[in-house]
Structure formats: C-alpha cells, structure tokens
C-alpha cells in the first residue's frame, strides 16, 4: 500500500541547483524511511541519502555529502532533496523509495520506488 512518487528534476550547468520532491501514500505512523538512490550510465543503484520519520538527522553518501540536503515535511509525507553545487557526475535517473523501519544503504531492502526522475548537469 506504500507508494511514493518523485519530481522536480531538469538541466542545470555545473554548478547549479535543483530541488527534487518525493511524495509518500499509505503510512500508517511515522516509523518509515525514505531514501533517494540514483543510478548512472547504466550502473547499479547507489545510495545518496536517507531520512527516518522520527528522526530529525540525515545520513549522505560522502559523494553528496556537504552539497545535497533533505528536508521533511511530514503534514505534506514529502522528503526534499535539495542538490547545490552539481557536478556533471551527478547526471543520473534519481529514485525516491521507502520502508517500513529504519533506514539501510541497500537498495534491496526498499520495497516501494518511484518511476525515477532525470537529472542532468552539462559542463
């Protein structure tokens, strides 16, 4: 019943910013984690960062760490991920997901995904 969907991703040149959403559907309280993945020239998903519901810390990848950061409002059930300082290497489909417990890095242990949304940075 856990459903999420994403939104907001573009074209930037380096350097600029872009703000992606991740609506949720179907929680019963607030002991869910939603996480954002990414996945890059055809490679397999990777962590970029998570956000559990009663918690008011984020955990990042050190390759986002210190440019991206999450912010949730739970009266909307929307995890933000605001994106500052792009790289062309951030160019990748961009996932929302969730769970039911505490946040992981594994990709596997998410259940519910988001169709993806396409970021890309040119040069």
């Known amino acids: 019943q856990v459903q999420v969907m994403e939104s907001g991703g573009g074209s930037v040149q380096a350097g600029g910013s872009l703000r992606l959403s991740c609506v949720g559907s179907?929680?019963?309280?607030?002991?869910?984690?939603m996480s954002w993945f990414r996945q890059v020239r055809g490679n397999d998903r990777e962590w970029v960062g998570g956000k559990f519901g009663e918690f008011s810390s984020s955990d990042y990848a050190d390759s986002v760490k210190g440019r991206f950061t999450m912010a949730q409002d739970n009266a909307k059930n929307t995890l933000y991920l605001q994106m500052n300082s792009l790289k062309p290497e951030d160019t990748g489909m961009y996932y929302c997901?969730?769970?039911?417990?505490?946040?992981?890095?594994?990709?596997?242990?998410?259940?519910?995904w988001g169709q993806g949304t396409q970021v890309t940075v040119s040069p």
């Open positions: 997901a969730a769970r039911r417990g505490l946040c992981t890095m594994d990709s596997t242990d998410f259940p519910a």
């Open positions: 179907g929680f019963s309280d607030s002991k869910y984690c």
